[in-house]
């Protein structure tokens, strides 16, 4: 799997957008990018998962640059609920996700 | 919605110890993973199992650890003889399919504390 590279933090304020961002340079053409979410020590939560075209589902949107590249994970209206830590993963096929250390997203009231 | 169970939420063992931690992974998966993520680090992959077999699994994986899929529901990891760093967090989870696109769910974990 291709690595990835977050911020290691990010701070947003209640109610609007959190735009979080990974660069995923060495991505190859069947690896999908998916992003999980971990809130304290709950166990990792799907989030969302796209290979070239950008992707929406009810908790957020995943723009995934032309070149794949880079992918932004949107969360259009971030509440309190939604501190956590952001896992972007390039995933192809095998038993494996990889975790590296993600963001840590801080929303503010 | 369905979801991965896990139990105990809470497990507090001496060293030396065995422990046999329980999942109950989505009905209709196929594919079923263990996780952990020692304190303040990252969740780290430990094994996979399909078909009653390890499909993979990683160096953390020794002879200490063993998998298995007793019945139709449930999905454990042993650890024979507990060690002080065997303390972490242990994630299961499941997924539909392995190839193509495909997301893997998890339990909401077991805290394992070995003193």
């Known amino acids: 799997d291709a690595k990835t590279t977050q911020p290691p933090s990010m701070d947003c304020a209640e109610g609007r957008a959190a735009n979080l961002p990974c660069n995923h340079s060495t991505i190859s053409g069947n690896e999908y990018v998916y992003w999980y979410r971990q809130i304290h020590s709950q166990g990792p939560q799907y989030i969302i998962h796209?290979?070239?075209n950008n992707e929406t589902n009810e908790m957020a949107s995943l723009i995934i640059t032309e070149d794949r590249k880079s992918s932004t994970l949107i969360l259009p209206h971030a509440t309190l609920r939604d501190t956590a830590v952001y896992y972007c993963i390039a995933h192809n096929t095998g038993n494996q996700f990889y975790f590296g250390t993600g963001t840590s997203l801080t929303v503010i009231p | 919605e369905p979801e991965v169970t896990q139990t105990p939420s809470h497990q507090v063992t001496q060293m030396g110890q065995e422990v046999i931690l329980r999942c109950v992974p989505i009905?209709?998966?196929?594919?079923f993973y263990w996780y952990r993520q020692i304190l303040g680090q990252k969740v780290e992959f430990l094994v996979s199992?399909?078909?009653?077999?390890?499909?993979?699994k990683s160096e953390i994986f020794d002879d200490q650890f063993s998998v298995e899929r007793p019945d139709g529901s449930n999905f454990t990891l042993k650890i024979r003889s507990t060690k002080l760093e065997d303390s972490a967090m242990y994630f299961c989870?499941?997924?539909?399919?392995?190839?193509?696109?495909?997301?893997?769910?998890f339990g909401p974990g077991t805290r394992l504390t070995v003193t």
């Open positions: 199992f399909y078909n009653n077999e390890i499909s993979e």
């Open positions: 989870a499941s997924s539909e399919r392995l190839l193509g696109a495909y997301e893997q769910y």
């Open positions: 009905s209709n998966h196929l594919y």
């Open positions: 796209g290979l070239k």
